[in-house]
């Protein structure tokens, strides 16, 4: 899709500072001519949803290594509903466990991307899913 | 020799190669440095034993900072642990003593590292997840039940609010009869590598570094037997870094706790002989021996000659070290114990004065109590079982082990110096150059590892379906729990004292004293630590981290 940039707001929910994976994933999508725009630390709910709409991106990438995804993401969902952004993919990463990932797609999380994945991947599924 | 080499190289190896249709190839360490096909007696030209090794407890220490090494005494076996409810974790730590660990190493819960108490919004879904959760003394009290602080050593993991809990660790010693003057561990308190890599940080920089040096001040007075810091490359290490950058920005942070406490009119040897170290150990066995060797002799020249330190005690640089989480793989998580056990020798080789070794299921969660016996079970293996601990450094000497730790301490003397050419680690770290070191070594592995330049068994080579493992869960029962406690102890506690404790702390804060002695009357009124730490920001400010990637 060269005619229009893909917009990706990779956040960082939750109250751990590990942004070694967030800062890979950013760098590797904009190596890969999207544009990434990366929200910093320990953003709640509110504030990950309000900027993505703002910045009117078509994919939040979620990074999180706290444990806390069962509590957070369901939040993101909701609140991405209430205020219009349901046309938005959600994706993803850190430490999730496998049997919490069933769970996290039915409230509408759209992909659980595992330690381990090379971040081709990752670019081709969003080049893939938004059609 | 060198022509021999030469000859041995183009007609043997090079011709080897080339037989065998393999080719030359590079050859580089995890960290990306070139390693040669082979090491000789020329590589260590001007190489002196006195000057370069010595002896075991003899500057500048590169063979080990003790006479008798593994033989006076194993290293400490030191589990780090903690998770939900301070009960859960008592029992825990009880569990490991009974297994023959030998110290105790406190994990708390990220709301506690943040320094926020367990109802603040931000600690929601947090609670006793990463750690132990402690909101206030009452914590504290039950986390130490039946275990007597006169006997045991205890590192905490603690960064910003170390301050607080050191003090409420001395008033349950206090509370056990046991006096400040021979209780015994580590706080970690090293604010610098929270800015570069690991993240967890509250105040700003210059009122984070005139905690520290509080801490140092107290201590060299009313704790003698505590190490005050362990300044970390740990963290910097699993935020992306080489091996030269650990041992680099760590020492310099060394350089950087040593200059402010002089500032503050502290003499060297009063408080440098309660600095200690804590290192990560890597996949990349060699490299990470090289470093240990390197940093030692490093920090020993460092202390004696730019800093005039006299107290031999001062050169020395003690170090635990934990083997490294990011290199544990979800997949075919069994394998981590292999890695586990290759790191952990490392560091013995590497004469570590302490050791966590990491369980097989930690990219998952937290261990389960299998998992960590099995952790505790390698450490004993490499002590009991396979000979490494006969001889003192047992590879010193080797040329392809002496020339490494040469390099590491030259390449790392490189950016020590850079470092001070741009005024400091607190100004480098202003300007964003150890951060942005960082991120790019840990892209450049990312993307050597897509190009299969460097294999991980089981991720990306030899990928297999791999079974699911037990894994520890953490109850929601525990932050209900946690709750009612917090709500309670606020109920109970006298609140005009704690408002008064709060009050003067505040005071001793804008009129720039050394807030330990306030710090232990907060904590001794049970005031929690969220409300110690919104007292202090109210006059240092909060920190925000420039947003870049």
């Known amino acids: 899709m060269p005619d229009k940039r893909i917009r990706v707001l990779i956040a960082k929910p939750g109250l751990d500072g590990h942004d070694r994976g967030a800062k890979v994933i950013c760098r590797a999508l904009r190596d890969a001519g999207f544009e990434v725009i990366y929200t910093g630390l320990r953003r709640n709910p509110e504030e990950i949803v309000s900027s993505a709409i703002q910045e009117d991106v078509s994919v939040i990438g979620l990074s999180i290594l706290s444990g806390a995804h069962n509590v957070l993401f369901p939040k993101i969902i909701n609140l991405l509903k209430e205020q219009g952004g349901e046309g938005i993919k959600v994706i993803a990463g850190g430490i999730i466990p496998e049997k919490d990932i069933p769970g996290l797609k039915k409230i509408g999380i759209s992909e659980v991307f595992l330690p381990g994945t090379p971040t081709n991947k990752i670019v081709e599924w969003i080049r893939g899913n938004l059609k | 020799m060198k022509k021999d080499y030469d000859r041995w190289k183009k007609d043997k190896y090079l011709e080897g190669l080339k037989n065998s ?139 910003p609010p170390a301050a607080v809990l050191w003090a409420m660790y001395i008033a349950v010693a206090e509370k056990q009869g046991v006096s400040s003057k021979v209780i015994s561990g580590t706080i970690q308190n090293d604010i610098l590598k929270e800015y570069i890599a690991q993240k967890t940080f509250v105040f700003p920089p210059g009122p984070s570094m005139k905690l520290i040096v509080d801490t140092f001040e107290y201590g060299s007075k009313e704790v003698p037997r505590w190490n005050t810091i362990s300044i970390s490359g740990y963290h910097i290490r699993e935020a992306g870094s080489t091996a030269v950058q650990e041992l680099a920005f760590t020492i310099r942070d060394g350089i950087e706790y040593v200059e402010w406490a002089l500032k503050r009119g502290l003499k060297i040897d009063d408080f440098a002989p309660r600095l200690s170290f804590f290192f990560n150990s890597h996949n990349d066995f060699m490299e990470e021996i090289a470093k240990f060797r390197a940093a030692r002799r490093l920090w020993a020249k460092i202390m004696k000659e730019r800093f005039g330190a006299e107290n031999k005690r001062s050169w020395l640089l003690r170090f635990h070290t ?221 920190y925000q981290e420039p947003i870049t990637y």
């Open chain 2, 322 to 542: 934990q083997t490294s989480g990011v290199s544990l793989m979800a997949q075919q998580p069994y394998n981590n114990v292999v890695r586990v056990a290759i790191q952990a020798l490392a560091a013995v080789l590497g004469g570590t004065q302490s050791l966590h070794t990491n369980s097989l299921d930690e990219t998952y969660a937290l261990p389960s109590e299998e998992a960590v016996t099995i952790a505790l079970r390698t450490q004993q293996i490499i002590a009991h079982e396979s000979g490494v601990t006969n001889t003192i450094d047992p590879l010193g000497g080797s040329y392809f082990i002496e020339k490494l730790t040469n390099e590491m301490e030259d390449e790392a003397e490189d950016y020590i110096k850079k470092i001070d050419d741009m005024g400091g680690m607190v100004k480098a770290i202003e300007m964003g150059f150890p951060q942005k070191e960082v991120i790019d070594s840990s892209y450049d592995y990312q993307k050597a590892l897509e190009k299969q330049e460097k294999i991980i068994v089981g991720v990306n080579a030899f990928q297999s379906e791999h079974e699911t493992i037990p894994l520890l869960e953490i109850d929601e029962h525990v932050a209900k729990h946690q709750l009612q406690r917090l709500k309670e102890v606020k109920k109970t506690r006298n609140s005009s004292k704690v408002k008064n404790t709060l009050r003067e702390l505040k005071k001793a804060a804008q009129d720039d004293k050394n807030l330990m002695p306030y710090l232990l009357d907060c904590v001794r009124e049970y005031a929690t630590l969220g409300e110690i730490m919104d007292t202090m920001a109210e006059v240092y400010g909060r």
């Open chain 2, 21 to 159: 249709g393999i080719g030359r190839k590079n050859h580089t360490t995890i960290s990306g440095k070139k390693i040669k096909e082979l090491y000789i007696p020329d590589d260590l030209k001007g190489f002196d034993y006195k000057n370069d090794l010595s002896f075991p407890g003899e500057y500048p220490y590169t063979r080990g900072i003790h006479p008798t090494m593994y033989h006076g005494r194993l290293w400490t076996m030191r589990q780090f642990s903690g998770f939900g409810s301070a009960e859960d974790t008592n029992k825990r730590y009880k569990y490991l003593l009974k297994h023959g660990q030998t110290g105790l190493s406190v994990a708390f819960h990220l709301p506690t590292l943040m320094g926020v108490d367990s109802d603040h919004p931000l600690a929601e879904g947090e609670i006793g997840k990463c750690g132990v959760a402690i909101d206030s003394l009452a914590d504290m009290e039950i986390l130490f039940k039946g275990i007597p602080l006169d006997k045991i050593t205890t590192s905490m993991t603690i960064n």
